[in-house]
Nanobody
């Protein structure tokens, strides 16, 4: 069983920064791509960013490209999301998730391809 625990959310003013972390249990962390998703009230859960198993490939939603950076440290079983120049529309619960396919060399935006999820961390950006 894999457990994912997010941290680092909070309240920040527009233009500010936050760094989210997601710590994973287990010994197979480096075998799977990881992703970040977010869900605002009344909305579906949307893709934010993903990173391949060894970090060589990343992908971002258009809304965050150039402002957010996903990274991972496989020695610490942790994936990060650095969020800069935050906007009120970034307000949401942010979730990390593990790609279900250990054979994938790149990344996927497809939410149905992710099998393990964290509990989420709230990010609120005030205007």
């Amino acid at each position: 069983q894999v457990q994912l625990v997010e941290s680092g959310g909070g309240l920040v003013q527009a233009g500010g920064s936050l760094r989210l972390s997601c710590a994973a249990s287990g010994r197979t962390f480096s075998s799977y791509a990881m992703g970040w998703f977010r869900q605002a009230p009344g909305n579906e859960r949307d893709f934010v960013a993903a990173i391949s198993r060894l970090g060589g490939s990343t992908n971002y939603a258009d809304a965050v490209r150039g402002r957010f950076t996903i990274s991972r440290d496989n020695t610490k079983n942790t994936v990060y999301l650095q969020m800069n120049r935050l906007k009120p529309e970034d307000t949401a619960v942010y979730y990390c998730a593990r790609d279900s396919d250990s054979g994938r060399y790149s990344v996927t935006r497809d939410i149905s391809e992710y099998d393990y999820w964290g509990q989420g961390t709230q990010v609120t950006v005030s205007s």
